[in-house]
């Protein structure tokens, strides 16, 4: 099967992330024609019909065929469940976003001849601002690997891995890593109430400086190290405050951190592998 230049993309889930996604295409030139979404709760259903004028059915069953790619949009624990029935035609993308579910799990589910992707994506993506870390085993087709990167730039950017398990560090750095960013500003509010500041003006101060800092970063045009050199004056106020971060260890905590996240990941990965194995009587 051969790609078009016009593809379909079908979803087996219609949730958060399967209608930023869907938003997001429609947003970079696809049609409603070209996308489908699978969702069984007839109430999110309807409001993804009426949202954007697609094709849903309450099973994947009724849309894969046909597809040129498949977005595997269910929870980790609900896909082999989710990939029951699907008949997808050879030749076509199967794109999970779904952590921690391995690519040969995914492939023991699916019909041989479907290229199997796999993808990292992060919160952030539900506003467009995602980045997504993708892995596509040897011998995937580049027109698959290309559409798979169109599919999930519509809500950042991408990057590509070159092992499977390098998607475990990615899930440790971008997947959990919006989470260390809520810490570290739910933290310094608390500091900022301690030091005497009210509630209100402490989160406001503390939420603003994490969106002005990371537009910052996102410039792109100075590395982080020396941004954070450029702020910070040697015997100065941001220089004390660093030196004492410093002192207490915060670069060996969050290598540790994620070591612990992306350790996790690999549990994962063998705890639906196991499930997955047909049993023997």
């Given amino acids: 099967m051969s790609l078009p230049a016009s593809p ?5 889930g219609g949730g958060n992330m399967a209608t930023s996604l869907v938003g997001g295409l429609l947003a970079s030139g696809f049609t409603p024609d070209q996308l ?8 999110k259903a309807q409001a993804l019909r009426e949202r954007f004028g697609i094709v849903v059915a309450a099973s994947g069953a009724e849309i894969a065929a046909g597809a040129s790619a498949l977005v595997l949009a269910v929870k980790p624990q609900q896909m082999i469940a989710a990939l029951a029935g699907l008949a997808p ?16 799990t995914l492939r023991s589910a699916l019909p041989a001849g ?9 919160t952030p993506s539900l506003y467009g601002a995602g980045i997504t870390g993708l892995y596509a085993p040897a011998g995937t087709p580049e027109a698959t690997r290309a559409l798979a990167d169109r599919i ?38 608390e500091a900022g109430v301690a030091l005497g500041l009210s509630p209100e003006v402490s989160a406001q101060l503390a939420a603003r400086t994490l969106v002005g800092a990371a537009k910052m970063v996102d410039a792109g045009s100075t590395d982080v190290a020396e941004l954070r050199a450029q702020v910070t004056s040697k015997g100065g106020t ?14 060996p905590i969050f290598t540790e951190a994620l070591r612990a996240a992306a350790d996790r990941s690999r549990e994962l990965g063998d705890e639906f592998a196991a499930a997955s194995r047909p049993s023997i009587n």
């Fill in 238 to 251: 941001t220089f004390a405050a660093l030196q004492s971060l410093e002192k207490a260890g915060l670069r």
């Fill in 114 to 122: 479907v290229h199997v992707v796999r993808s990292m994506p992060n």
């Fill in 152 to 189: 999930l730039a519509a809500a950042g950017q991408t990057c590509w891995v070159e092992k499977e398990s390098d998607l475990d560090a990615v899930t440790a750095v971008s997947g959990s890593g919006p989470a260390y960013f809520f810490l570290l500003t739910e933290a310094i509010r």
């Fill in 36 to 43: 489908r979404v699978a969702e069984p709760d007839a109430g």
């Fill in 89 to 104: 035609d050879a030749g076509a993308l199967a794109l999970s976003i779904a952590a921690g579910v391995r690519i040969d």
């Fill in 8 to 12: 379909i993309v079908a979803f087996i």
